[in-house]
C-alpha cells in the first residue's frame, strides 16, 4: 500500500511538473487529453487512481508514451527502449 501512495504521489509531481512546464491550466489540460478538469484535479491530490486509459489521454495530450505517466520513476529513455 505504501508503494502506491509513493507512486500516485510520483504520478501527481509528474502532472502538475509538466501542467507548469507546458504553463497550462487544468482547463487547458481537460481540452488537450479530453478528460475533465475535475478529474485532473482528483488526479493531482491523489483522490483517483490514473488508470490506463487516463494515462492513454495525458500521453496523447503532451506527445509521449503513455507508460511515462503510468510509471513516472522510470527514466523515459528505458521505457523508449522497451517500447
Known amino acids: 500500500m505504501k508503494r502506491?501512495?509513493?507512486?500516485?504521489?510520483?504520478?501527481?509531481?509528474?502532472?502538475?511538473?509538466?501542467?507548469?512546464?507546458?504553463?497550462?491550466?487544468?482547463?487547458?489540460?481537460?481540452?488537450?487529453?479530453?478528460?475533465?478538469?475535475?478529474?485532473?484535479?482528483?488526479?493531482?491530490?491523489?483522490?483517483?487512481?490514473i488508470g490506463k486509459k487516463r494515462a492513454e489521454q495525458l500521453a496523447k495530450a503532451f506527445g509521449v508514451h503513455p507508460a511515462i505517466i503510468m510509471f513516472p520513476e522510470y527514466e523515459s529513455d528505458l521505457i523508449g527502449k522497451a517500447a
Open 4 to 49: 502506491k501512495a509513493i507512486l500516485q504521489s510520483a504520478l501527481a509531481l509528474s502532472v502538475l511538473g509538466t501542467l507548469v512546464l507546458f504553463c497550462w491550466r487544468q482547463e487547458k489540460l481537460a481540452a488537450e487529453s479530453g478528460l475533465n478538469a475535475k478529474n485532473i484535479s482528483l488526479l493531482e491530490n491523489n483522490r483517483i487512481d
